[in-house]
């Protein structure tokens, strides 16, 4: 028995259709995937940030007096949002944080050193080793402050950044934009979420 080619003129004829037909399955197949791909996006990687800054001068009350940083302007909010006062930024889901500042502290008006304390406050209470000291030298010497901390949130909390400082005219300083540069916020604060 001999065997042979076999050449259906079915299969010629209607090969136009067997195209369209597995194009359509192919692109249906892409979907699935492309709705997988977001699906997992959505569910691993986490989007939730907040950007906050003060656009003014902030002076602590009294020396050695545990004092807010406050932000009176919010640049973007998804998941994270300022509350009242205006120093608590609230997160609204649960996961872990990236906690980034800046601030800007001028020694404004005698020749002596002064220190300031920074830190970062838990719905109310200190968190354990957050704090950090800046030694400010002398009159109109300004220090630029800038670091991060990370944690984790367990949803409807709060956090505050917090000062104290032994000279009560060490300030955070903000200056108005000029022709030369823009505006000089005293305070940053971003809030990323980096993990569920």
């Known amino acids: 028995m001999a065997f042979t080619r076999n050449i259906s003129p079915y299969k010629r004829t209607n090969q136009p259709a067997f195209e369209e037909s597995y194009k359509y399955w192919l692109e249906e197949e892409l979907k699935k995937i492309e709705r997988s791909v977001e699906t997992m996006q959505e569910t691993y990687n986490p989007s939730y940030l907040g950007s906050f800054k003060h656009t ?26 300022r509350g009242t006062p205006t120093s608590r930024i609230y997160f609204e889901h649960a996961g872990y944080y990236n906690l980034e500042f800046s601030l800007q502290v001028l020694r404004a008006g005698s020749a002596s050193a002064s220190d300031l304390h920074i830190w970062v406050n838990y719905n109310g209470s200190p968190v354990p080793n957050s704090a950090t000291k800046v030694h400010v030298k002398g009159n109109n010497d300004l220090e630029f402050v800038s670091w991060n901390f990370t944690g984790r949130s367990f949803g409807n909390d709060y956090i505050e950044l917090m000062w104290a400082t032994t000279t009560i005219d060490t300030i955070l300083t903000a200056e108005a934009a000029t022709a030369i540069y823009p505006a000089m916020p005293s305070a940053r604060m971003t809030l990323t979420q980096i993990a569920i």
């Open 56 to 81: 003014v001068n902030q002076i602590a009350p009294a020396i050695d007096t545990p004092t807010p940083v406050l932000f009176n302007t919010i640049e973007y909010e998804l998941g994270v949002h």
